[in-house]
C-alpha cells in the first residue's frame, strides 16, 4: 500500500523545525557580567537597572546618604572611594568596573581587574539630567539591560512628572537647595546641579544667583540666604548634629526671612551627585516636604 504524500504545510513546518532544533539545542542563557562600583552614580545606575552587582565601595556611608536603590546585603563592601580595597575587589572577580574620572588615579590598577567604564554626570556645559540618560543607556548596554535603560529612564520621568503634580500650586517658587555644613556655612546647589534640574522640571525655580562649579558651591556664609527674602529654603540631608544644635539658637538664622516664616524644608539624605535614582528620589521628597 503506498503511503500518502505529506501536505505541503508539513513539508515547511518539518523544515522549519530541522532549522532551528541546532540553535535550540545549543543556546543557554547568556551569563550577565558580574559588575563592580566604585562611584556611587554608577552604582545606583547599576543597580536601578538590576545588573549583577558583586561589590561596591564605601556601602555603610552609601546606606545612609544615598539610601537606593538598596543595595543587597551580599554585595561586597570595597572600602573607601579613593582608597580601595583591592584584595576585595580581586575576590569579587567583576567582569566590569564602573568609575567616574574623579579615579582616573586607580583606573591602571582597577584595569588589571577587570575593564573600566568611567563616566561623568557632572560637567560644565552639559545638563546633568541629560547626561544620567545617556550614562543609564551605556551601563545598560554594557552590562546587556538594553531594555532595562528604558524602564529606568520612563520610570524617573514618571515620578518627576507625579511630583510636578504634586506641586502645580507652587509652581515659579524660589528655593535655595541647600546642605548645611556648619552653624555659619552651608552648600548652595545652583541650576547646574541635579538638584537644580530637578527643580526645573517641577516648575520650581533655583533661588541661588551666584557661582558654582557644575553642581555646587561651598562654603557660603549663612548670611547669603538673606538675598532673595522671598525664597524658601531646602536642606538635604539632616543638618549635622552640631549645626543642629546651634541653628536654632543662632540670630543670624532666625533673622532669614525664611525662617522666621517657617518656609523652610528639611528632606532625608539625598546623592547631590547622584544619577536617575537619585533625581527620583529628590522629587518625590521634595514633593512630600512642600505639598
Known sequence: MSQPRPTRRAVLAAAAGAALAPACAGSAPVARPRVAAIDWAMLETALALGADVVAGAELILYRRLVVEPTVPGDVADLGLRGSLNFEALLRAAPDLILSAPWYGRLEGNLGRIAPVLSLRIDQRGRPPYAAAIE???????????????????????????????????????????????????????????????????????????????????????????????????????????????ALPRSALWNALPAVRENRVHVLEPVNPFGALPAAARFARLLAEALA
Request: aromatic share 6%; hydrophobic share 50%.
Open 135 to 245: 550614562a543609564t543607556r551605556v551601563v545598560a548596554a554594557r552590562t546587556g539591560l538594553v531594555g532595562e535603560a528604558e524602564r529606568v529612564i520612563a520610570e524617573t520621568e514618571a515620578a518627576l512628572a507625579a511630583a510636578a503634580q504634586r506641586l502645580a500650586p507652587r509652581r515659579g517658587e524660589r528655593l535655595f537647595v541647600i546642605s548645611v555644613g556648619d552653624p555659619r556655612h552651608f552648600r548652595a546647589f545652583g541650576p547646574d546641579s541635579m538638584h537644580g534640574a530637578v527643580l526645573d522640571r517641577l516648575g520650581l525655580a533655583s533661588a541661588w544667583a551666584g557661582n558654582t562649579c557644575y553642581f555646587a558651591q561651598a562654603p557660603v556664609d549663612i548670611t547669603a540666604l538673606a538675598r532673595d527674602p522671598g525664597a524658601g529654603i531646602v536642606i538635604v540631608g539632616p543638618p549635622p548634629p552640631d549645626a543642629a544644635r
